[in-house]
């Protein structure tokens, strides 16, 4: 991931960048803080960004706190002579950056950041895990950002993902956003950029319906259970050849050519679950495929796992003041996501790079990727 992300600083030459990471350290956080924090330090001494005097890296390292803990990572990256601020909250005003290389340990009363864990309704089942949203704001060249780090509710079950449309995980997920919008309302700036994992999926009983539709659907029941265990599409024109397997956490799929290049527009007709929002919040095209979930075998180059069903969980989002700035004719923008050919985990990161007309004569913006460590 890290070449992809050098590749990029080095390919776009922005004056700031800024990487947003979920589940840092890994299902086992607390047992890897050392690595992680070698990891920084040794990110932070890359010769690739040498000429990025501030660098920051905020952590929340809060493990024991199972109503708090979110296991988001921000990082931001400032080049020398940029003309850049940040928010201090306790001051409530901007004030000069300094040129240092540092990692901050997230607290709930820390000046220059400010973490959220959504409130247990947000979660199916009334239990928690670790889903939140960080937020820093910056002043770059005379424009005020709001940049928040995202990470939302996943699907606990695709057959009941698969029942009804939309899922009832997607309204959960819709809630936690309405939550994180609410706070934002109280942060006055010029601009706002939501990236992180949002997992938002496709509807799924619409994929079933759409794409198979010549298709007998049989859930499968254990004795004396009313909900399915699990839920087998089988073909009504192939001597009832199996065309999908679906349990909790399996999307056995044995065609996976609907998932290509040429299927990705309508695929998009299924990536539903943000459309609420989209007279406020802006996305650029997507004109990649599901960012999740890929293999993680090392031997194996491109390939969707069988865990869930692919979709566009890794987003980047734009208040409608920030796209309306956008000059595409004299501002090149890229949206994309990276390592598409090779195995970098279960998540394809997605990146942005774009440049805002100057107020008078200002440097370039670039904001640079979100991914998963």
């Known amino acids: 991931m890290l070449f992809f992300t050098f590749k990029l600083v080095s390919s776009y030459q922005p004056s700031f960048f800024c990487i947003h990471c979920q589940e840092v350290g890994g299902k086992k956080s607390e047992n890897n803080r050392e690595l992680v924090h070698q990891f920084v330090r040794a990110l932070f001494d890359r010769e690739e960004i040498s000429d990025f005097t501030t660098c920051i890296a905020y952590l929340d390292e809060n493990y024991k706190s199972e109503e708090q803990y979110t296991a988001l990572g921000s990082f931001y990256f400032v080049k020398s002579g940029l003309d850049a601020e940040q928010w201090n909250y306790h001051a409530s005003q901007f004030k000069p950056i300094s040129q240092e290389k540092k990692i901050i340990t997230v607290t709930e009363n820390a000046s220059t950041v400010q973490k959220y864990k959504y409130p247990l309704n947000c979660f199916p089942k009334k239990r928690w895990s670790r889903k939140g949203f960080m937020v820093t ?86 004795d004396g259970e009313k909900k399915p265990h699990s839920i087998v599409v089988k073909s009504v024109d192939n001597n009832d050849h199996e065309l999908l397997r679906v349990s909790a956490r399996k999307f056995d799929l044995h065609h996976w050519r609907y998932f290509s290049d040429e299927h990705i527009s309508k695929l998009l007709d299924l990536d539903k679950e943000l459309e609420w929002c989209h007279s406020d919040w802006k996305e650029l095209e997507i004109a990649f495929l599901p960012t999740y979930p890929h293999s993680e075998d090392p031997k194996q180059d491109a390939v969707f796992s069988d865990t869930r069903c692919p979709a566009w969980c890794d987003r980047i989002l734009f208040d409608g003041n920030t796209f309306n700035e956008f000059s595409k004719d004299r501002f090149p923008v890229k949206y994309d996501c990276i390592g598409k050919s090779v195995c970098i985990g279960d998540h394809k990161p997605v990146f942005l790079s774009f440049q805002l007309p100057p107020l008078e004569d200002v440097d370039t913006l670039a904001s640079l990727p979100e991914t998963k460590w």
């Not at 780090?149 to 997920?173: E, F, T």
């Not at 700036?189 to 659907?217: P, Q, S, Y």
């Open 137 to 222: 704001r910056w002043k770059v060249n005379g424009r005020t950002f709001n940049l928040v780090n995202i990470h939302l509710v996943h699907d606990v079950s695709n057959v009941k993902a698969l029942l009804k449309s939309p899922s009832k995980y997607s309204q959960y997920r819709k809630e936690s956003l309405k939550y994180t919008l609410n706070q934002l309302n109280n942060k006055e700036t010029n601009h706002c950029i939501i990236f992180g994992d949002f997992n938002t999926r496709l509807d799924t009983k619409l994929f079933v319906e759409n794409h198979l539709k010549e298709a007998n659907v049989q859930p499968l029941h254990n």
